[in-house]
């Protein structure tokens, strides 16, 4: 066996003793949560720090919901395999300057089949018209979001 068929042939074993653990988790491409919402991380800096757009899913219920802006930044992954994240959506309403944002903050996982998901949870905040309607400004949930392929 020559010695560049015995590289690639030691490099490909390498490569498949390599423990999803170990795989990168990287926030850059497309993704979809599991309430049907879209996201498209477009730009990842080597600083960590992103931004791309957010377009929610007929689970929000809300058809004035247009694309919206996102950004934010991921732990170093070159530190750390499966790093954390956060990211605001600042959301654009069809005819309406009413004011929401939503916080994600979450831990981007390599499952033992190589398939990256986005554990999230997340934070909606609301204007509200007076103090005394602030209780009910915010809300709080999670999100589990897939690779789209």
Known sequence: ???G????????????CVSPAERKCLLSGSWRSDTGC?????????????????????????SEILTSPLEG????????????????????????????????????????NGEETLHAL??????ADSPAEDWKATRIGTSVFTRIK
């Open 38 to 62: 879209r996201m498209v991380v477009s730009v990842l800096g080597e600083d960590g720090r992103f931004s791309g757009s957010y377009l929610p899913g007929p689970a929000a219920g809300d």
């Open 73 to 112: 930044s991921q732990q170093d992954a070159g530190l750390v395999p499966q790093p954390t994240f956060s990211f605001t959506v600042h959301w654009r309403l069809q005819g309406s300057e009413a004011a929401r944002t939503t916080a994600f903050l979450g831990q981007c996982y390599v499952g033992t």
């Open 122 to 127: 997340w934070l909606l905040r609301e204007a």
């Open 5 to 16: 068929a015995f590289a690639l042939v030691l490099a490909l074993a390498l490569a498949a």
């Open 1 to 3: 066996m020559g010695s």
